[in-house]
């Protein structure tokens, strides 16, 4: 059964076209029925799902619209959801590396990148950057926590003294009621773009 887009025509009588147009009522609800529920259910028009069928590359912006839809990620070679505003900006943000070390973006274009690594003194790390690792380019905020599995005690301090990009954080490391650099293992959270 397909559809029949001109049909009835002026001259047809009911009896002639009847067929068609009651094919033509059976395709609509066919297609409606994708994804959709049924419309003799409670639910009738909203959807049960939404499938977004891959694209082979960005759809174009138009001003005053937002486009919401799946294509190949560059990072993880599966198909992700991308947002693209009127401006042209495209936002890849169901991608991320879902582990102890790890990124993720937002749909508002905010990348986030956490992990652990320890300093001694006055020390830098470089977050991870690779071609399945997005780099920063602009850094907001960066928050470290003591986290030193090697050691009982407590009596640590880390602080940020500085970043530069794509990603190389400036610490201290030292004990925090003696004066002093000591080493000190952290988690550390970077919120940028």
Do not use: C
Not at 96 to 118: E, F, H, V
Not at 153 to 178: C, E, H, M, Q, W
């Amino acid at each position: 059964m397909s559809y029949k887009n001109s049909i009835p025509q002026p001259t047809d009588k009911l009896r002639d076209s009847q067929n068609d147009i009651l094919n033509n009522f059976a395709a609509i609800k066919s297609a409606f029925d994708i994804n959709h529920y049924t419309f003799d259910l409670a639910d009738e028009g909203k959807h049960t799902h939404i499938s977004f069928p891959e694209q082979a590359a960005d759809p174009g912006a138009v001003l005053t619209e937002m486009q919401l839809y799946a294509k190949q990620s560059a990072l993880t070679s599966v198909p992700e959801l991308f947002v693209q505003r009127g401006d042209g900006t495209v936002y890849e943000f169901t991608s991320a590396t879902r582990a102890a070390t790890g990124w993720t973006r937002l749909p508002s274009g905010i990348l986030i990148k956490w992990g652990s690594d320890s300093g001694t003194g006055d020390d830098t790390f470089v977050l991870p950057v690779a071609a399945t690792i997005p780099a920063f380019t602009a850094i907001y905020s960066v928050q470290l926590t003591v986290a030193d599995a090697l050691t009982t005690d407590v009596d640590k301090s880390i602080r940020a003294t500085s970043f530069t990009l794509p990603g190389t954080i400036r610490v201290y490391a030292s004990n925090r009621s003696t004066t002093g650099s000591a080493t000190v293992g952290f988690e550390y959270l970077v919120i940028g773009i």
